[in-house]
Each structure stands twice: as C-alpha cells, then as structure tokens.
C-alpha cells in the first residue's frame, strides 16, 4: 500500500513537471494540442482554455502535445507554433519542467517550515541508547560532536558516513562536554541498509517560521538536498553491476516517500520535496528523450543556423532510449538481488 502511494506520488510531481512545460509554452503563445492526465487511452476529454484536455487510462503523470511542435503541423497552430519560436524561447519551456519541479520543493518545503517541523540543533546529542557502542563508548545526552579520525563533522550524515568508513573497526570521535573536549573510541555497527549507527540521537527543537522566512530556509534547503542527490549519484555510478538502488538518490527516495506514508506528514513532505528535486536533475541529463537533451539540441541548432539531422537524432533518441533501460534493469537486477539474499540469507 505504501509503495502505491509513493507512486501516486510520483505521479503528481510528474504531473506537475509537465503543467510547467505548458505554462511556459502558454507564455510566449503558444498552445498545447492537448494535456493528458495520466496515461493510456484517453477515457474522456473536454476542451478549456483554447486546448483538450483528457484523462488518461493508468493515473500516473501526464504528457503534454505543443502545437507546432511537428514543423509539418506548424500551418494547423492556432497560436505560435512551437517551431517558430526561437532557439532561446524554446530552451526556456524546456527548462520549465525541471525549473516547475524545483518550484514545487520549494513550496513543500516552505509550506513545512511555515506550519512548523523539528530541526536539528547542530550536532548535538540528545539521548544515547541504552546497551549500545555509544553507550559503551562513555557518550551522554548533551555531548555536542567535533569531530570523527581528527575530521571534522558539521552534519549529521557526515558522521555516519566517518562512522561507516570505520565500521569494520573503531572510531575516534572528540566530543565537547561543558568546558570539557575528550576524546571517545567507538566500534560502530552496520544496520539493514549498510548504514553505521552506534546508538546516539540528534537533538532537534520545534521552530515554525514567517512565510518570509520559511520560503528562504526552503531555498537554502533545496541546495543541500540536490547537493547530497548528485553526490549519492555518484556512489550509485561506481558500484559495481547489481548494486543496490536503495541506499541512493532515486530510488532511496522513492522508498523513502513510501515510508514516510506510513509516519508523520513532515516526513512524507520531505521525502516528496526530495524526490521532486530528484527528478528535477533527472530531465536535465544530457539525453536526447529528456529536457537536458532537447536544450543541447536547440543550442546547437542556434549555434550552428540549421537543425540537427533527423537521422542523427533519431539515432541519438534510439541511444538514449537503450541506455534507460539499461539503467532500469541495473538497479532492478540490484534489487531483487539484495531481497533474495535477505530471504536466503545470504
């Protein structure tokens, strides 16, 4: 159930990624030849606001037809045809979507911290687990955290990665106490999904924000979230064939939004602002199929006075629609992997 959710999920911020597409489009004049909601055979449509609108069969997304998008098809436009438009007006309503789908975050997010949600209070202890290594370890409720092997640590998640690195042995981690600075030795242990944890908590405090305020915060936080998208990203691209997808970037985010359906609406609304500004960077990839490929082409296209080679981008969308299967079968390979090893156990 909670995994449907997540997809139903997905499918707004899908949904919502295309009506940008459309709001830029609609602003420099030109017009969809119709929106679907969803997708699939149409079930029924309308028109509204000088264009169709339908209702797709599977309730997942939506794709959208500009008018004129077809050079052919640019006589039949009732607006300005999308091929007529130049190079720069064009690359502005492919950016749109992932520019709509940052947007979003950054309402979710903001919308959160107007309402108000708990916030870490730098990386201060809260409470420590009772029986674990960090109990063990001599670590106390108020201990505020300097830094793992001599680095120093400013995030939470820079901790667990430190700790992880040391997780087949132990860790030193210098803590501050009053006036005190000692330093404290740690064996962490690995959880399920391959995370160091050594039994300690947080601290976070409730804070609710003027709107002024909170849309700022949003901001700021939707940089540190792409941040660590990209850099997770990257653990992703160098694992090894049949890695697992879970622990990283997309597919962690959607599990994430599906457990975060299952706990508290602060919860969900970060996982939904995480996975939105994830799919923002996703249509920005360089792939002929996606917003990032079509920018380039149109780039190139000003750049060079003629459009690209109907062969050549035909070949480029064959490519391109190779390597996404490709990627869609590694982390599912990877997946199903880690889940009959759990249930072997192996």
Do not use: C, K
């Not at 997304?61 to 039949?76: F, S």
């Not at 730098?122 to 001599?150: C, H, K, L, Y």
């Not at 003027?210 to 915060?217: F, K």
């Not at 901001?219 to 879970?246: C, D, F, K, Y």
Request: proline share 5%.
């Amino acid at each position: 159930m909670r995994a449907l959710l997540a997809l139903l999920a997905l499918g707004v911020l899908l949904t919502v990624h295309e009506l940008a597409h459309l709001l830029a489009a609609r602003v420099f004049g030109t017009r969809a030849v119709v929106f679907s909601f969803g997708i699939g055979p149409p079930l029924f449509g309308f028109r509204a606001l000088g264009q169709r609108w339908t209702l797709g069969a599977i309730p997942f997304g939506g794709w959208l037809r500009l008018e004129g998008e077809n050079p052919h098809d640019a006589a039949r436009a009732s607006g300005v045809p999308f091929a007529a438009l130049s190079a720069g007006r064009r690359v502005a309503i492919f950016a749109a979507g992932p520019l709509g789908s940052w947007g979003l975050a950054v309402l979710l997010l903001a919308g959160l911290f107007t309402a108000g949600t708990h916030h870490p209070v730098g990386m201060i202890v809260s409470a420590v687990e009772p029986g674990s290594p960090a109990a063990r370890a001599g670590f106390r409720p108020g201990d505020r955290i300097v830094s793992v092997d001599e680095d120093p640590v400013q995030r939470w998640s820079e901790l667990v990665e430190a700790l992880t690195r040391d997780a087949d042995g132990s860790a030193t981690v210098t803590v501050a106490r009053g006036a005190e600075t000692l330093t404290l030795r740690v064996e962490p242990e690995l959880d399920a999904d391959g995370h160091a944890r050594i039994g300690l908590r947080q601290l976070y405090q409730f804070e609710r924000l003027r709107p002024a305020q909170a849309l700022w915060r949003a901001v700021l936080h939707t940089g540190v979230v792409l941040e660590r998208i990209v850099r997770e990203a990257g653990e992703l691209l160098a694992q090894p064939w049949g890695g697992s997808a879970r622990n990283h970037t997309a597919g962690a985010l959607v599990w994430s939004a599906a457990e975060a359906a299952g706990t508290s609406a602060d919860a969900l609304v970060r996982a939904l602002a995480a996975l939105s500004l994830a799919l923002a960077l996703f249509f920005l990839l360089p792939l002929p199929a996606l917003d990032g490929g079509r920018m380039l082409l149109t780039l190139w296209e000003a750049a060079m006075g003629r459009p690209v080679d109907g062969r050549v981008q035909t070949l480029l969308q064959m490519l391109s629609l190779l390597a996404g299967v490709a990627a869609v079968a590694w982390l599912a390979y990877g997946e199903v992997r880690q889940v009959l090893s759990v249930t072997l156990g192996r």
